[in-house]
């Protein structure tokens, strides 16, 4: 067995984990980070077009309150509004933070940080380099963490259980993916920072570690899951050729000119948002290719055209979208800077994950806290562009110092007792228990999990869809129970494959039960029964828990936002009276609250 003990364990090893370990450990605390994959190979590489941040480097009239207040409106108005301003007030200290740790970014030609256009931002906000963005934030990070007294990393080792002592969060247990030894980690406090989950879907830009493996251990702990029925479609997969299906094609190509057209030719954004037309927000985008779709006018491929060609000169192409020339040169044969790139909408990013506190991030378990994807709260019911990277180096600080000083107020960290060692090995290697006679295997189980999440639980739902999905997943649920794999516990993957399918079920559930829940039509949340918003779900979250070993989605108010923060969103030149609540009309119509309204 390999045991650790430490003061902060960190579970995940992308830019949130990386950016909590090394608060805690400048925090004078011993962490452990933990990844199942390898230092440097997150997903957060897969955030390309910047780091949204009201710098106002190229738009000077740019701040951080405009900022704040296109993310409560692109997140229709549900978000947490002190984590929206804690995160648009404090990501400008990050950039400069990584910048001063080495980040390299794009420059303007009097040598300040170089700021794009992305979708729904009133001004051009996003700190870049290139498209490559997420890569170079990895990059810096990872030089940090090991350069940081206190912080040692676990690489190719699964989690698969926390461990408790009373109520509070006291380590984590799981096994080393190549040698097959079961890893013990005894911790005064957990930062979940494990990101998101998108393989239980068909068509997704997720890597591989994409299971929902974190977010479904916190929830088997006790820790409540929020808004899980937001799943991000963003609007840009590639299309073509079939086994890049999905992959994902960069906002920048948008931020820096990019058009989409229908097969006839017509920028059709600008019949579904005049205003801001391409760069709408994901969701706006992402509906309205389907549509176009829907309609007949898509691509030969069943997509749209998204033209840079006609925008920008080749020699500006291969400066500033590199990644994405070589992409569609390499997978698909197809030179950008001559020809269109076909696109179609793909699960991207989950705004929902753990109920976690603003200024802390601590979950409802104690000594857990969660950041980064697999936290909720800051993205409401959309994420817009470029807010991801910034999440994880905010929200992956404040963890990280919250942990830090959890830990030092509690310097025991009981071990668990050699009958509940026995136990968690015991299911832990429960899959290996003979694959001969087996009915099902866990590949089976995923692609069918994908073919119910996808097409049930896609981009557009009903009840009788989700009432569907739904009814899928528990017969899967039972399956898995029964998934046996040969072999042995060294270098296996179909005992890995057991271990994610568990935990993307969990997720699913969570994810259709509240979809099923949420009777309307709001950000990426798109019920063809509920089409439009209404009033009595912009004022709730709704939270996944445990009850009695079972599911059940409970309602919690949004919190209130105090009266400057809604003028702040008065102010915004996109100001769309629209997505406004109508529990916030006696602030915007002139009338204020009392103080005591918005405790």
Request: proline fraction near 4%; charge should be negative.
């Amino acid at each position: 067995m390999i045991e650790r003990e430490c003061d902060v364990l960190v579970v995940g090893a992308g830019g949130a984990g990386m950016r909590a370990a090394i608060a805690a450990a400048e925090a004078g605390c011993s962490t452990v980070v933990v990844t199942k994959s390898l230092l440097g190979k997150a997903h957060t590489v897969m955030a390309e077009g910047g780091i949204a941040a009201g710098i106002g480097n190229v738009d000077s009239v740019d701040s951080w309150e405009v900022h704040f207040a296109d993310t409560m409106l692109g997140g229709h108005v549900i978000n947490n509004w002190r984590m929206v301003e804690l995160y648009a007030h404090e990501v400008i200290d990050r950039v400069y933070e990584l910048e001063r740790w080495g980040g390299l970014f794009d420059r303007t030609p009097d040598g300040r940080i170089m700021q794009r256009a992305f979708g729904a931002h009133s001004w051009r906000r996003l700190a870049h380099v290139g498209d490559r963005t997420g890569l170079e934030l990895i990059r810096t990070c990872q030089d940090r963490l090991v350069h940081t007294a206190g912080a040692e990393v676990l690489m190719e080792c699964t989690l698969v259980r926390l461990l408790l002592s009373g109520d509070a969060v006291g380590g984590a247990i799981g096994y080393d993916r190549n040698s097959g030894e079961l890893v013990l980690i005894r911790a005064a406090a957990v930062v979940m920072a494990s990101g998101g989950w998108g393989r239980m879907y068909r068509h997704t830009s997720n890597s591989w570690e994409g299971t929902g493996d974190g977010a479904a251990m916190a929830y088997e702990a006790g820790a409540e899951l929020q808004d899980m029925e937001f799943v991000q479609f963003h609007p840009t997969g590639m299309v073509w050729p079939p086994g890049a299906r999905g992959i994902l094609v960069t906002e920048g190509v948008r931020g820096e000119g990019g058009i989409l057209r229908n097969s006839e030719g017509e920028r059709f954004m600008e019949r579904y948002d005049p205003v801001k037309k391409d760069l709408s927000s994901r969701d706006v985008v992402a509906r309205s290719i389907y549509k176009e779709v829907q309609a007949g006018r898509g691509s030969p491929h069943g997509g749209a055209f998204l033209d840079i060609a006609t925008r920008l000169p080749a020699a500006e192409i291969h400066r500033k979208l590199p990644s994405m020339y070589e992409q569609f040169h390499s997978l698909a044969g197809v030179d950008i800077t001559r020809e269109p790139m076909e696109v179609y909408p793909t699960i991207h990013y989950t705004m929902g994950g753990l109920r976690v506190d603003a200024e802390t991030a601590a979950t409802t378990v104690p000594g857990l806290y969660a950041a980064g994807e697999c936290a909720a709260g800051l993205h409401g019911a959309n994420r817009l562009g470029g807010n991801s990277l910034g999440d994880i180096l905010v929200f992956g600080r404040r963890a990280g110092e919250a942990a830090a000083e959890h830990a030092r107020s509690r310097p025991s960290k009981p071990a668990p007792s050699g009958a509940q060692l026995r136990e968690l090995e015991a299911l832990i290697v429960e899959p290996l228990a003979g694959g001969g006679d087996t009915v099902d295997n866990p590949y089976t189980l995923h692609r069918d999990l994908q073919e119910a999440m996808q097409d049930d639980a896609g981009i557009g739902r009903s009840e009788e869809s989700l009432t569907r999905a739904l009814g899928a997943i528990g017969e899967l649920r039972e399956r898995a129970a029964r998934v046996r794999v040969a072999g042995g516990r060294v270098l296996n993957p179909g005992w890995h494959a057991c271990w994610d399918a568990r935990f993307m079920l969990t997720i699913s559930e969570a994810i259709v039960r509240s979809a099923l829940e949420r009777r309307e039509s709001r950000g990426s949340q798109w019920r063809f029964d509920f089409p439009d918003e209404e009033d009595h779900w912009s004022r709730i979250n709704l939270v996944a828990v445990r009850r009695g070993g079972e599911m059940r989605v409970e309602e919690r108010p949004v919190p209130l936002m105090p009266d400057e923060a809604v003028r702040r969103l008065q102010q915004s030149r996109f100001f769309p009276t629209a997505v406004i609540p109508a529990h916030y009309a006696r602030v915007i119509g002139g009338e204020a609250a009392s103080p005591e309204a918005h405790a």
